[in-house]
Nanobody, 114 residues
């Protein structure tokens, strides 16, 4: 079964940290570039960070220096460590393949209070 299951979201004060996890079925994850996306209320989904199967990472400018994407290939899991969170980081966060995305998971909600 092709699945993406995100977890780790929650309510945090500005300046705080959260670590998101995404468990992907092997057909989605193995050997693929994975990405974390987010969708804020009333806005389109945006790509936040990517990581290749070899560990090369890229970030959107707004999260550079604050977010870190990583992956554990043995566990088919990709992570997003989020530090120095800001209210504008409030969104539902999703993971997926960068190319040929699979069906989206339910996401995990992150709310940052000021």
């Amino acid at each position: 079964q092709v699945r993406l299951v995100e977890s780790g979201g929650g309510l945090v004060q500005a300046g705080g940290s959260l670590r998101l996890s995404c468990l992907a079925s092997g057909s989605i994850f193995s050997g693929r570039t994975m990405g974390w996306y987010r969708q804020a209320p009333g806005k389109q989904r945006e790509l936040v960070a990517t990581i290749t199967s070899g560990g090369t990472t890229n970030y959107v400018d707004s999260v550079k220096g604050r977010f870190t994407i990583s992956r554990d290939n043995a566990k088919n899991t990709v992570y997003l460590q989020m530090n120095s969170l800001k209210p504008e980081d409030t969104a539902v966060y999703y993971c997926n393949r960068l190319y040929a995305p699979a069906s989206w998971g339910q996401g995990t909600r992150v709310t940052v209070s000021s």
